[in-house]
């Protein structure tokens, strides 16, 4: 049974810094979809940077230049990279992969076989 643990959310000020980590066990980083999403109280669940087949990093566009994804296949591990933190970054954030290659967009959360229990994330000013 594949198993995705986040570990690293937690509290920041404004502007402020935090680093997400996923641990994937029983399973294997390949060409599948993979990425972090999020959702804050009352609102869907979106992608915040998903990487797709071909290895090209997604960014949703209010975390461009704030975000960097990256991950270590010999270690089965996602990292996500979070500076200059805005109260509206506050959400759960969730750790997803995929299970087949797909040659779309990585950005739509419901392609998603395997998700991680989520860690919180709160910013305040």
């Known amino acids: 049974q594949v198993q995705l643990q986040e570990s690293g959310g937690g509290s920041a000020q404004l502007g402020g810094s935090l680093k997400l980590s996923c641990t994937a066990s029983?399973?294997?980083?390949?060409?599948?979809?993979m990425g972090w999403f999020r959702q804050a109280a009352g609102k869907e669940r979106e992608a915040v940077a998903t990487?797709?087949?071909?290895?090209?990093?997604t960014y949703a566009d209010s975390v461009k230049g704030r975000f960097t994804f990256s991950q270590d296949n010999a270690k089965n591990t996602l990292s996500l990279e979070m500076t200059s933190l805005k109260p509206e970054d506050t959400a759960m954030y969730y750790c997803?992969?995929?299970?087949?290659?797909?040659?779309?967009?990585?950005?739509?959360?419901?392609?998603?076989?395997?998700w991680g229990q989520g860690t919180q994330v709160t910013v305040s000013s």
């Open positions: 997803a992969a995929d299970s087949v290659t797909r040659y779309g967009s990585c950005t739509y959360a419901p392609l998603y076989d395997y």
């Open positions: 029983r399973y294997t980083f390949s060409r599948f979809c």
């Open positions: 990487v797709g087949w071909d290895g090209i990093i």
